[in-house]
């Protein structure tokens, strides 16, 4: 048995290939090396995914694709935490990037947009991730994320820039205080994940004056700042991944075509491409 994982800061989505039967389909807590230790990793996937791990002893290879993930000793983290539930295992662990380029781009060249929780890009030669400058996180970057479009819903809700009655409904649905946020933003863990929660309220919301302006706004700032810092982007076919890419897709779409950006796939969750692009490179492997 195969096991692949796609892991954002919110959510982990894991797909287990069964021989003769359908995909094992199961969602954990996110499981990003730059929130969590070793053990609390450990912890969720023993907690939430006892699926996995009563057949510890028949996944022979796991495949980890996780925000925060970039880094040797973060995937080390990982890797060490999965180590202790499945310690006959092969495993592998890689960054989302490289993951959703595998489901995007396959074995072509090509930019890769994660708009989720957070953002970031990446160039992909057709077989690796290329270096680049993003990846600041939620406080230095993340342009257009969930947790930018959240950040951007809270303030204006507390600054009292939102309108009238858009500003009645988010009191409504939310009841939030400013020592709320304060509290959970700055005190608590998973500050990214917090205003990221908030983004849904735009989707509700984002055929208003209000909503579409702040929808382009933060598309258009990870436009600006993120695909046209390569020179030749208009010569790439730029694909994205990412509940923001998908729920807000039209805008998107539109914004990149007035840009000149080519727009390839557009999906929320990788996982499906992913674990196809996996399953044919082990195979061709073999």
């Known amino acids: 048995m195969i096991l692949v994982a796609d892991s954002g800061s919110s959510k982990t989505d894991w797909l287990l290939a069964i021989p003769g039967q359908p995909y094992l389909k199961l969602s954990t807590g996110g499981l990003n090396p730059y929130f969590l230790s070793e053990k609390e990793i450990a912890r969720v996937v023993q907690d939430q995914a006892p699926e996995l791990i009563k057949r510890v002893a ?20 990982v890797s060490n935490a999965l180590t202790q539930l499945f310690p ?70 507390l600054y009292g820039n939102m309108p009238a009655d ?12 400013k020592e709320d946020v304060i509290k959970n933003v700055y005190q608590k863990t998973g500050g990214n994940s917090y205003l990221a929660s908030f983004a849904q309220f735009l989707s509700t919301i984002k055929d208003t004056d209000y909503g579409q302006n702040l929808i382009r706004t933060g598309l258009l700032e990870f436009i600006e700042t993120n695909i046209k810092s390569y020179p030749d982007y208009q010569q790439h076919v730029c694909h994205f991944v990412g509940s923001i890419a998908y729920f807000f897709g039209t805008e998107l779409k539109a914004l990149c075509a007035e840009h000149e950006i080519s727009v390839g796939k557009i999906i929320r969750h990788p996982i499906d491409d992913l674990i196809e692009f996996v399953l044919e490179r082990d195979h061709i492997s073999d």
């Open 58 to 77: 028949d996944i022979q290879e796991i495949y980890f694709f996780g925000a925060g993930c970039s880094s040797p000793d973060r995937r080390e983290m």
């Open 88 to 157: 006959r295992t092969f495993i592998s662990v890689d960054s989302d990037l490289l993951g959703s380029a595998y489901a995007t781009c396959g074995h072509h060249k090509g930019l890769c947009c994660v708009l989720g929780t957070g953002s970031n890009i990446s160039y992909f030669d057709g077989h690796n991730v290329c270096d680049g400058k993003h990846g600041l996180g939620y406080v230095l970057g993340d342009e257009s994320s969930g947790t930018w479009f959240g950040k951007a819903l809270i303030t204006d809700y």
């Open 166 to 177: 858009l500003h009645a409904i988010f009191k409504r649905t939310y009841r939030l205080t």
